[in-house]
Each structure stands twice: as C-alpha cells, then as structure tokens.
C-alpha cells in the first residue's frame, strides 16, 4: 500500500463550501483550469488526505477530506485534458486555521498557502498537515 500523501484544496465558500461536502458525503472535484494543479489532481491516490480551506471569504482551513479515485477525465470539460477526482468529507477542523495564523506561524513559512497562494490543488508535506490539525484542535477519526 502506498503512503498517504496529503494536499491542500481550495474552494470559495459560496461556491462550494465544506459544510455542503458533509451533506453530500462526496463529490467530484472539477473545475481546475491550472496545468499545475491539474497535475497534482493526478498524483492524487485513493486514501490521500486533503485539508478543505475556504477561499476568498472565510480565508481558513476548514475540514478535512480523503481521495477516493485516481484521477480521471474532468465532466466538466469533456474532450478537454482537465482531471478530477472524487473526495470525501472525514472531519470538520474544530477550530478553523485563518490565514492570518498560517502567516503568523514560522513553522508554516513553507506551507502552500503563503508560498503558492493562488494555486488551487497543492502538495502539503505531513508535518505541516500534522500542524494544521493540532492548530484546528482536530484530530483524524481512527
């Protein structure tokens, strides 16, 4: 089995919000019109972890969220090269990690959202997906 690698994925609150993954149980993520993030979407592993952060409005990481499929053809773009994948709601973060604390945060200083802000589909290395959490005082279901 191979290691879990762990991302970042963004979405605006008012377009897609985590709350509305919790309802749905799961989703497919389209919609990534970046070459680099639509790479990573292809890296992506059934049984990734990915933290759910609120852009534009909220601007806070807010939950947590698992890959269920490797990547496959976007539907929204069909005959385009674009990738999705489905996810997962696993666990809202208890206390949602602002931006501001990410920023403020020196163990963060290499985390995507300060050193890649505008990318939509990151890599996240386990330690500072372990830092989010314990900052969100959440702790993954066992």
């Known amino acids: ?63 947590v969220a698992q890959v269920l499929t490797l990547a496959t053809e976007d539907s929204t773009a069909p005959g385009e090269d674009w990738a999705s994948v489905k996810v997962a709601a696993v666990i809202p973060v208890k206390a949602p990690v602002e931006l501001g604390t990410v920023k403020a945060t020196a163990a963060l200083k290499d985390f995507p959202l300060i050193t890649r802000s505008r990318l939509s589909v990151a890599p996240v290395t386990a330690e500072h997906f372990k830092l989010i959490l314990k900052m969100g005082k959440t702790a993954l279901p066992k």
């Not at 089995?1 to 979405?11: A, C, E, F, G, R």
């Not at 993520?29 to 992506?44: C, H, K, Q, V, Y």
């Open 1 to 63: 089995m191979s290691k879990t690698q762990y991302w970042l994925i963004k979405s605006e609150p008012s377009v897609y919000p985590y709350a509305q993954l919790e309802k749905d149980k799961q989703t497919e993520w389209t919609g990534i019109r970046s070459f680099e993030a639509r790479n990573n979407l292809r890296a992506m592993k059934p049984g990734d972890l990915c933290l759910y952060y609120h852009s534009n409005e909220g601007k806070a990481v807010v939950g």
